[in-house]
């Protein structure tokens, strides 16, 4: 595909914003607008687009042979090691009044930039990106759906397969494997969170063996073909015990209600309201003390976040997490979590795998 | 261990170079001077050292929970989903004249704080944090070492296996299996660069099939205990070619004439002009387009580099790659690498694996 409609669609948003160039280095906004991926290293990666005239992709040489070149929408200029790219950077920015930087560019590369190009103000790269990536298209629906059908895929794998007396590191190294297998390019997280370790929500897999009774939470996702996967599933070693079976009936019950409340014209906080209201209701309200959900495409975390204080209304092509959790302290946790585009003809859930708590060896 | 003394040498490095206040977000300056590190999201982590006052970590509260505290060295502030972590950054950092910034820290919170500090001048931070980490002391270096011998053991074991009918994705995973195999807490990377392919030099793994006569570059290292390796060694499926061979001869002859050059007291350019100039003398200057080194520590990549232009004399502890390259377009890439530390005892090359062409099947 080329990329040049995205970049003329770019072009149309600095004008609207009254931005003069656009930088962008790391993260999601240059592939989206290019298809090439910079790499996180010192060496710097940057696209050059001014509101009116050719786009220019800076790159190191030696990763000059990465890119796939589009004559049509970008020129490639490679810079040798002994070259300074600030300067070629700034040379093709000319003289911007209004710069627009992409969000996760290097603060040592924006404090260059800044010194060399003392007439112009900075603003984020996400002021004109953003707002193109928030709302995704048919294909990229499709694509995001492919994704998380691979993770599906992997959750239910995961049912039929023992827990018992592994580390979560080896779980871990499991969904990775599975997730490459089902056609991730690549794995973005993992997480596995046994026992008292689940209720730390961004635990990191560690060597604790897993146990009879032990609450598993597996949270994994990654990426296939530029769209980002993220799911959800919660595990139990043998019969639940009632404490726990009653808190995860409450949590799916959560999950549906904000899944329910999803719809078009409806503001990010009040689906964040909905999950939220169930689980307080149920006398869990401090122990889910994050967001219900983020934003999900090229990157696993965007725009939108579903989160008290967003009154932004979802429109059609919205795509997020809903994931609300209930977390117990030296016991265990709890998080349920699918994919949701916000359509005209009502939330449409792109996790199929099922959500009930799976009981395993 | 605390981190206590690492951040007392930072606020003296503060008052050698004029910073009032250090800010620290994802990158290896935060862990190497607190022990956390960062999740590279949206939600800011920041380390807030004031000069003169103590220090704070302001971290997502549901990532708290990973932070191991030590309240020698800092408080822990976490913010809660509905808090802004920029007000409360400012707000601890007070009214500084001089900032110093983290060089990863996104572009969005550079630009959010610089709104919020108005008063503030804003430089590297690696201007006070480059410094402490260029110098390896006794158990840094005993760590890289640590971490050297356990990409050796990889390389060693890949010189029995087979290449020949994998796909360079399959030998990728296989580096990554054994890295962690050997200890590696974390993989970073593991350039898989078959025939054609090794022509550039950060060629990402592809689902090319490995055939017979092939020149195969791997390299790759990841993290162990907080430091990392980097290794690359050359495989070829079958006897090699004299082409092929006596290219090697040059590269390795380069490689060592290189190692024998890093000796206390010489400019990092003359070890990158000492691997250079074999093999332009070979007739491959324009074959060999990047540096011969980069700093190692606890980032893959760091100060010192190896390259022309740079004339810091190397100092005892000094960490870095040799890694002189000769690549032919449409043919084949070679690349020798090994982790050096400069002592006053001569160059300390850490990693022990041959550097023989490996014969593989």
């Given at each position: 595909m080329s990329h040049a409609p995205r970049l003329?669609?770019?072009?149309?948003?600095?004008?609207?914003?009254?931005v003069d160039v656009l930088l962008l280095s790391v993260g999601a906004d240059l592939p989206y607008l290019t298809g090439y991926e910079a790499m996180p290293l010192e060496r710097l990666t940057m696209l050059v687009l001014p509101r009116d005239g050719e786009a220019t992709l800076v790159v190191p040489e030696l990763e000059a042979p990465r890119v796939v070149p589009e004559p049509d929408a970008f020129t490639i200029r490679p810079w040798s090691e002994t070259e300074d790219p600030i300067a070629i950077v700034a040379?093709?920015?000319?003289?911007?009044?209004?710069?627009?930087?992409?969000?996760?560019?290097?603060?040592?590369?924006?404090?260059?930039?800044?010194?060399?190009?003392?007439?112009?103000?900075?603003?984020?790269?996400?002021?004109?990106?953003?707002?193109?990536?928030?709302r995704k298209d048919a294909a990229e629906v499709?694509?995001?759906?492919?994704?998380?059908?691979?993770?599906?895929?992997?959750?239910?794998?995961?049912?039929?397969?023992?827990?018992?007396?592994?580390?979560?590191?080896?779980?871990?190294r499991e969904l990775v494997d599975r997730m490459l297998e089902h056609g991730h390019q690549r794995p973005n997280f993992a997480i596995v969170?046994?026992?008292?370790?689940?209720?730390?929500?961004?635990?990191?897999?560690?060597?604790r063996v897993i146990g009879d009774g032990d609450v598993v939470l597996c949270d994994f996702g990654g990426t296939m073909a530029g769209?980002?996967?993220?799911?959800?599933?919660?595990?139990?070693?043998?019969?639940?015990?009632?404490?726990?079976?009653?808190?995860?009936?409450?949590?799916?019950?959560?999950?549906?209600?904000?899944?329910?409340?999803?719809?078009?014209?409806?503001?990010?906080?009040?689906?964040?309201?909905?999950?939220?209201?169930?689980?307080?209701?149920?006398?869990?309200?401090?122990?889910?003390?994050?967001?219900?959900?983020?934003g999900i495409g090229v990157e696993e975390h965007e725009d939108p976040y579903i989160v008290a204080g967003n009154a932004t209304p979802l429109e059609p092509g919205f795509a997020f997490s809903i994931e609300p959790g209930i977390y117990?302290?030296?016991?265990?946790?709890?998080?349920?979590?699918?994919?949701?585009?916000?359509?005209?003809?009502?939330?449409?859930?792109?996790?199929?795998?099922?959500?009930?708590?799976?009981?395993?060896g």
């Open positions: 003329d669609r770019a072009r149309t948003r600095m004008e609207t914003v009254g040379a093709l920015a000319g003289r911007p009044g209004r710069v627009a930087i992409g969000d996760r560019t290097w603060a040592r590369f924006v404090l260059a930039l800044q010194e060399a190009l003392p007439g112009a103000t900075f603003g984020p790269g996400r002021d004109v990106v953003g707002a193109l990536r928030l499709l694509a995001l759906r492919a994704a998380a059908h691979a993770v599906d895929a992997v959750a239910a794998e995961m049912r039929t397969r023992p827990f018992a007396g592994r580390t979560e590191l080896d779980v871990h969170a046994s026992g008292p370790n689940g209720a730390s929500p961004h635990h990191d897999p560690a060597a769209y980002c996967s993220d799911i959800t599933r919660m595990f139990v070693v043998g019969e639940p015990t009632a404490e726990i079976a009653d808190a995860y009936a409450v949590l799916q019950l959560a999950q549906e209600e904000a899944f329910l409340a999803a719809t078009v014209g409806t503001p990010c906080e009040a689906v964040d309201a909905a999950a939220r209201s169930v689980i307080a209701d149920a006398g869990f309200g401090p122990n889910f003390m994050h967001r219900t959900g983020h117990l302290r030296g016991r265990f946790g709890l998080r349920l979590e699918d994919i949701v585009v916000a359509a005209e003809s009502g939330p449409d859930r792109l996790n199929c795998a099922s959500r009930d708590l799976a009981v395993v």
